[in-house]
């Protein structure tokens, strides 16, 4: 009795502060009554816990296999299990989850339709005179929903995890960065060129270092240096051992030496040493960034950061075309039972997937923009969904 008189409690002062600042009596005030019935909250709460009783599942078994797969190597590497339970698999869940939202949602759409279906709920809502558009509302309310959830993980909490998660694997399973770069070459600061022949990471150290200042297309400042430290405790701050600079200027040339000099320098090692998968751990604002500084540096490599930028809007869209062509495809009462329409919701799921999958390497290899590769599964489908959409019952 305790715990209930607590529970009341707490909702009727939720609901004083709802009537003090909002200006309404209760939590049904806030819901969209004129536009969403208990039949519409009925199948919203089927959808969603559907997909989420998919997610568990899934991932589940996903857990265990990565496991099973990944057990020597932690052992032989000495994991501590905290560190497999919270720093691994604590950030694996929700990137997979994330990642495999579209195949879940596929799922949850086909499996819970078909099965109302089966029990001629659907034939039922049709006989009180509903149409199949209006059937779909409160699938469409599920799926923004899910795309609002889904995008918001994906770009702004998800990557944190991932550095955590990456950072374990490269320690304890296997080592995903490059520790040694060669011949860099790029802007770092408006017209001002830096040159490393050789750079290593462990030590933060790279060699053969040049940096050249122009103005306009003129030479005016030319420094060399034999090697060029990153100081960790600060940022941009490098030391330039064995160092000459150039001042140029019209006929008069001034040369200076020394043994080291400390310079700040737009550049990091992050810059010169590129961690594959590196834009999962990335933020929607650190994306942009990143992509805006490459741009400006004359760099090419950000097709990959682009696509991944790209994908986290797409993928969060492609929740309301699955929904449409798993509502079209499964609405229908079939002899055989949900069989075949999981079937193929599933074939069409996996093949959205792969299609997203070639057309990202499309990009990357070849010279299709990164917006164009990631969005035409999604408007190939929304064909799709369309065409199925034309064909359900109504």
């Known amino acids: 009795m305790k715990k209930s008189w607590n529970i009341v409690g707490w909702k009727n002062k939720l609901e004083l502060w709802l009537k003090n600042m909002l200006g309404v009596q209760s939590f049904r005030e806030l819901m969209p009554h004129k536009y969403l019935k208990r039949l519409d909250y009925y199948i919203i709460a089927k959808f969603l816990g559907t997909y989420v009783f998919a997610i568990v599942l899934i991932i589940s078994i996903a857990v265990v296999f990565d496991f099973n797969e990944k057990m020597d190597r932690f052992m032989e590497h000495d994991a501590p299990w905290s560190a497999i339970i919270f720093d691994y698999y604590q950030n694996f869940i929700p990137y997979f989850a994330n990642l495999f939202s579209p195949l879940f949602v596929f799922i949850a759409v086909i499996f819970f339709t078909a099965k109302m279906a089966e029990n001629s709920e659907i034939i039922a809502m049709f006989s009180t005179g509903m149409s199949f558009k209006r059937m779909l509302r409160p699938y469409m309310v599920s799926a923004a929903i899910i795309s609002i959830i889904t995008f918001l993980l994906g770009a702004y909490v998800i990557p944190k995890g991932s550095v955590t998660r990456i950072n374990f694997e490269d320690k304890y399973y296997k080592e995903r960065k490059t520790s040694t770069v060669r011949n ?26 040049s940096l050249d200042k122009f103005e306009g297309k003129q030479l005016v400042s030319h420094m060399t240096a034999r090697t060029i430290v990153y100081d960790t405790a600060h940022a941009n701050h490098w030391s330039a051992r064995d160092y000459m600079i150039r001042e140029l200027g019209g006929d008069r040339e001034m040369i200076k030496r020394g043994n080291r000099i400390d310079t700040l320098i737009r550049l990091t090692p992050d810059d010169l040493i590129l961690m594959q998968n ?20 004359g760099l090419s490599n950000t097709k990959e950061f682009e696509i991944e930028f790209h994908k986290r ?5 492609a929740s309301f075309i699955l929904t449409l062509i798993g509502a079209s495809l499964s609405s229908r009462k079939m002899k055989g039972g949900m069989g075949l329409n999981l079937g193929i919701g599933l074939g069409l799921s996996f093949s959205y997937i792969l299609f997203q999958t070639v057309s990202s390497t ?13 969005w035409i599964p999604n408007i190939l489908y929304a064909f799709i969904a369309y065409f199925l959409y034309r064909r359900a019952p109504k």
């Open 278 to 297: 590196q834009q999962e751990m990335m933020t929607n604002p650190e994306l942009s960034a990143y992509i805006d500084r490459q741009r400006a540096r």
């Open 184 to 209: 860099i070459q790029m802007q770092v600061d408006t017209n001002v060129v830096a040159y490393i022949e050789r750079y290593e990471d462990q030590s933060k150290t790279g060699y053969r270092f």
């Open 362 to 374: 499309f990009s990357v290899n070849g010279g299709m923009p990164p917006i164009i590769a990631v």
């Open 313 to 317: 809007i797409a993928m969060s869209f």
